[in-house]
T-cell receptor, first 112, second 111 residues
Framework: NAGVTQTPKFRVLKTGQSMTLLCAQD?????MYWYRQDPGMGLRLIHY???????AKGEVPDGYNVSRLKKQNFLLGLESAAPSQTSVYFC???????????FGNGTRLTVT | GQQVMQIPQYQHVQEGEDFTTYCNSS?????IQWYKQRPGGHPVFLIQ?????EVKKQKRLTFQFGEAKKNSSLHITATQTTDVGTYFC???????????FGSGTQLTVLP
């Protein structure tokens, strides 16, 4: 089992460019999450999904969109990147509401 | 709100010394989870505490959940260089659909 796979691992964008981060899990998990991690601020939830076809906003959703067309995939989109979106992005999944999170290896995004 | 305060933010210890990080909430928690993130890595689940006053051990790591279920601690006995990393507590929120993380305690172990 690969677990949670994130692509790409690194990306540099210019302000105003768009991109999509892909998260794939092979554990048949219902719940999937996108977090961003900035120094000294821990992990902040951007968006999440509790099942195929559903999405919901987290703590810091502005500037991001998500889609969960297939159970195993959760996409995070940046329509017009800003330098404030420079961060490390982690995808995570879990089986049920009380289950632990399984994280991907992260995507380091720099917006110049 | 549904935040968790975690202290200290940083801790430097000599190898062999003990280490403790604390997590505090203003509201009662249904459960609390602990994660470890190695430098350059991703968070990895360590343990979940559910019951009031619960104590769980994993080798040199001892996890406690307060009697009032508003605080938790992680204690490492005789730290080793392999313990280096950031330790996060996390609490459920939004009908347990979300997990809110503390800001973490970054542990440095000096050889």
């Amino acid at each position: 089992n690969a677990g949670v796979t994130q692509t790409p691992k690194f990306r540099v964008l210019k302000t105003g460019q768009s991109m999509t981060l892909l998260c794939a899990q092979d554990m048949n998990h219902e719940y999937m999450y996108w977090y961003r991690q900035d120094p000294g601020m821990g992990l902040r939830l951007i968006h999440y999904s509790v099942g195929e076809g559903t999405t919901a906003k987290g703590e810091v959703p502005d500037g991001y969109n998500v889609s969960r067309l297939k159970k195993q995939n959760f996409l995070l989109g940046l329509e017009s990147a800003a330098p404030s979106q420079t961060s490390v992005y982690f995808c995570a999944s879990k089986a049920g509401s009380l289950s632990p999170l399984h994280f991907g290896n992260g995507t380091r995004l720099t917006v110049t | 709100g549904q935040q968790v305060m975690q202290i200290p933010q940083y801790q430097h210890v000599q190898e062999g010394e003990d280490f403790t990080t604390y997590c505090n909430s203003s509201t009662t928690l249904s459960n609390i989870q602990w994660y470890k993130q190695r430098p350059g890595g991703h968070p990895v689940f360590l343990i979940q505490l559910v019951k009031s006053g619960e104590v769980k051990k994993q080798k040199r790591l001892t996890f406690q959940f307060g009697e009032a279920k508003k605080n938790s601690s992680l204690h490492i006995t005789a730290t080793q260089t392999t313990d280096v990393g950031t330790y996060f507590c996390a609490r459920p929120s939004g009908s347990a659909r979300q997990l809110t993380f503390g800001s973490g305690t970054q542990l440095t172990v000096l050889p």
